[in-house]
């Protein structure tokens, strides 16, 4: 029998297979049916710190002070005492999970300042979570701001954490650091049990009629695993972080690269959103037919078998296989003269 198991933060899990944050996480049922198709673990979606605080901000508005200067208001304000905030939301949804899952349930936590990541993760650690994914969600585009200072911002929200939570703290990165290895190791370093690679900045359009800026919602495409590939065989084996692959992953093919590049788990989202849970089994089926017929006993002997340290050219990861690649286009006959 193949062992699928894997280390998650320091939690064993039944497979590597984990559904990242995303709507799917705020339906019961739909957990339950992702648990049932065998997700390994859920990741919950993710609680906004500036959505909450512009939520309190209305509420202390039109709650307790819409009635200032308006004594007879009084009796025709609404009673807030039964209204349920963005946090409390979270928080009895988090335990509602916990109740009814068997698997570990990660708290996803998208703050802007030290002192809200500490409030919020917290009231996450003592709702019951067993696990924090953190997501520093930053655009850098400040031209005074240099890139040590933005490395600064996110050693400085992770290390206030630690010294008020317990909990495994995965760090949910963006591709553009200009040293990805030396600041993971400094993230080690401050106390993080993993990171997520790579979180997916949704770009704004032009509306060309409207002559306006856009929000668009892109699904990720399978080719976003290729620098997934790159990064986590890159880094394994060179830090004892958790390894989470999150982007590209539609299928078996990309969850196979990934586990063989050396991550320890593998997100899915869009294609859980397109497919349905019934996605999950099937890729697991999948799996496991593939690793008997390469006669892998598991995952563990598996993980990492292509990672940079154990390739036999590392250089198919760095500047050298840039050389080949573009040596080896070559135009179509007749293209051009």
Not at 48 to 65: G, K, W
Not at 147 to 168: D, K, N, W
Not at 231 to 258: F, N, S
């Amino acid at each position: 029998m193949i062992d699928l198991s894997t280390d998650y933060l320091g939690l064993t899990l039944k497979n590597p297979l984990v559904p990242s944050a995303s709507p799917l996480s705020k339906n019961i049922d739909t957990a339950l049916r992702l648990e049932d198709a065998g997700a390994a673990a859920l990741v919950m979606y993710s609680l906004f710190e500036e959505e909450l605080r512009a939520e309190d901000a209305m509420t202390d508005r039109f709650l307790l002070h819409s009635g200032i200067g308006h004594g007879e208001a009084d009796g025709f304000l609404p009673d807030g005492g039964d209204f349920q905030g963005g946090l409390e939301r979270y928080l009895s949804h988090l335990h509602q999970l916990k109740r009814r899952l068997e698997i570990p349930v990660v708290a996803s936590l998208n703050g802007v300042s030290p002192s809200g990541w500490v409030e919020l993760g917290r009231e996450l650690q003592q709702a019951g979570a067993d696990a924090l994914e953190l997501n520093v969600y930053h655009v850098a585009a400040d031209m005074q701001q240099s890139g040590a200072e933005v490395e600064a911002r996110y050693i400085e929200l992770l290390t206030e954490l630690r010294q008020v939570v317990s909990l495994p703290i995965v760090m949910k990165l963006s591709p553009y650091f200009s040293s990805l290895p030396h600041f993971v190791k400094q993230l080690e370093m401050a106390g993080a049990n993993g990171v997520a690679l790579f979180n997916r900045f949704y770009q704004p359009d032009i509306d060309l009629e409207a002559l306006r800026m856009v929000d668009q919602l892109h699904l990720s495409h399978r080719d976003e695993a290729l620098l997934r590939i790159r990064w986590i065989a890159i880094l394994h084996g060179r830090t004892r972080l958790t390894l989470a692959a999150t982007g590209g992953v539609h299928g078996l093919d990309e969850t196979l690269k990934l586990l063989l590049a050396g991550a320890d788990v593998v997100h899915l989202a869009s294609c859980l959103l397109q497919h349905g849970p019934d996605k999950l089994t099937e890729i697991l089926a999948f799996l496991q037919n593939w690793m008997e017929e390469k006669e892998y006993e598991s995952v563990a002997q598996l993980k990492g078998s292509m990672s940079q340290q154990n390739l036999p050219d590392p250089s198919v990861l760095a500047r050298a296989s840039y050389l080949r690649v573009l040596d080896s286009f070559t135009t179509r006959p007749g293209v051009w003269s």
